[in-house]
């Protein structure tokens, strides 16, 4: 156990940055609930210790599930419980 790696997946860790992003500066949007403010990817995955292609993989994926909907430095989510739910998935 001792050389047991305790880091989160990083698509969860992205998930969770990205739904505490939405509580503290989410705006209702037409899609959703919008973070308002510019967020790059690389600003993403510098918050999140990730490097900024891992983070585009994740986001992919993420999208893909329609858990988020990402734009030129906009990122919206469409149902922030369904996002938070994924992020405590095992």
Same mark, same amino acid.
């Given at each position: 156990?001792?050389?047991?790696?305790?880091?989160?997946?990083?698509?969860?860790?992205?998930?969770?940055? #990205?739904?505490?992003?939405?509580?503290?500066?989410?705006?209702?949007?037409?899609?959703? /609930?919008?973070?308002?403010?510019? %967020? /790059?990817? /690389?600003? %993403?995955?510098?918050?999140?210790?990730?490097?900024?292609?891992?983070?585009?993989?994740? %986001?992919? %994926?993420?999208?893909?599930?329609? #858990?988020?909907?990402?734009?030129?430095? /906009?990122?919206?989510?469409?149902?922030?419980?369904?996002?938070?739910?994924?992020?405590?998935?095992?």
């Amino acid at each position: 156990m001792r050389n047991t790696p305790s880091s989160v997946r990083g698509d969860k860790r992205i998930a969770a940055k #990205l739904w505490r992003l939405s509580r503290d500066f989410g705006v209702p949007y037409e899609r959703g /609930t919008k973070i308002n403010f510019d %967020l /790059t990817i /690389t600003y %993403l995955a510098g918050m999140s210790g990730l490097k900024r292609e891992t983070v585009s993989r994740h %986001l992919k %994926l993420l999208s893909d599930r329609h #858990l988020v909907i990402a734009g030129k430095n /906009t990122f919206i989510i469409p149902d922030r419980g369904k996002l938070k739910r994924y992020c405590s998935e095992e």
